[in-house]
């Protein structure tokens, strides 16, 4: 991943909607959800979150799909884990870092 795709990346996740909207993907799971769903538990009007999900697309953070007449929307897991490595490269110069992973924090 390179530095442009990660800026993107990070661009799209720092507003609270969109942000909101992501992790609602990642805890979905692969899955994924339509935008009305989407749209009932965030309570998100049905404009906004397409705006929203038009930015996570760009920014390659979220995969379409068609399903019958529906869309659904996914994260992109594979996007997310590259972000999160990139920033993550260089972690402590190499050494064992002193904070323990998240999700070895919380058993999952």
């Given amino acids: 991943m390179n530095e442009?795709?990660?800026?993107?990346?990070?661009a799209a996740l720092a507003h609270p909607v969109r942000l909101k909207v992501f992790r609602a993907l990642v805890v979905t799971g692969p899955g994924g959800m339509t935008p009305g769903v989407m749209q009932e538990g965030l309570?998100?009007?049905?404009?906004?979150?397409?705006?929203?999900?038009?930015?996570?697309?760009?920014?390659?953070l979220v995969t379409t799909e068609r399903a019958?007449?529906?869309?659904?929307?996914?994260?992109?897991?594979?996007?997310m884990n590259g972000v999160v490595g990139y920033l993550t490269e260089n972690c402590c110069a190499g050494a064992a870092c002193a904070v323990e992973p998240a999700s070895a924090a919380c058993g999952c």
């Fill in 43 to 60: 309570g998100v009007p049905a404009t906004t979150l397409s705006f929203h999900l038009k930015e996570l697309a760009a920014a390659g």
């Fill in 68 to 79: 019958s007449r529906n869309l659904v929307y996914r994260a992109a897991y594979d996007q």
């Fill in 4 to 10: 442009d795709h990660v800026i993107r990346a990070l």
